[in-house]
């Protein structure tokens, strides 16, 4: 029979396995920034500094991060996903919230580029709020 002990140091195991390595988290948030950039995002804006300040911490602490940036000047919100665990995907949700009454994002700079991008795109709706959605996700990294 198993002790509790072992069953605990077993599960303490699996756990720090499951986890993210540092590289691993360096690999995941520079295709996410990347693919950021791509979509014509400046680096310069509130919103990229703010996802970036989420990246850095995310690959410094190794915890699971998530949360909502604002992209006003293009009527979008982001929706961040940065999991510690593996088997989780890391996501940014490109929301669309209303009108665009500024910058527009540049979607036809590189349609090959674009075409790699995993993206999902709903039926424009009617209410505001509902609109485009893309979600852009890092490629799984096998393990090792």
Do not use: H
């Not at 077993?10 to 988290?25: G, N, P, W």
């Not at 804006?45 to 604002?70: A, L, P, T, W």
């Not at 795109?121 to 852009?136: C, I, N, R, W, Y």
């Amino acid at each position: 029979m198993v002790s509790k002990k072992e069953k605990a140091s077993a599960k303490k195991a699996k756990q720090v396995s499951l986890s993210r390595t540092r590289d691993e988290r360096l690999v995941q948030v520079t295709n996410l920034r990347t693919k950021l950039l791509m979509f014509g995002f400046p680096q310069s804006c509130d919103g990229m500094i703010e996802i970036e300040k989420m990246f850095n911490e995310y690959i410094e602490r190794g915890e699971s991060i998530s949360g909502k940036v604002s992209f006003a000047a293009w009527d979008r919100i982001a929706e961040i996903i940065l999991p510690m665990r593996r088997d989780r995907e890391t996501n940014i949700l490109l929301r669309y919230v209303g009108k665009a009454t500024a910058l527009p994002l540049d979607f036809s700079a590189d349609r090959e580029l674009v075409s790699k991008v995993t993206t999902s795109m709903s039926t424009p709706a009617q209410e505001p709020g509902d609109g485009q959605k893309f979600v852009l996700r890092a490629p799984k990294i096998a393990d090792k």
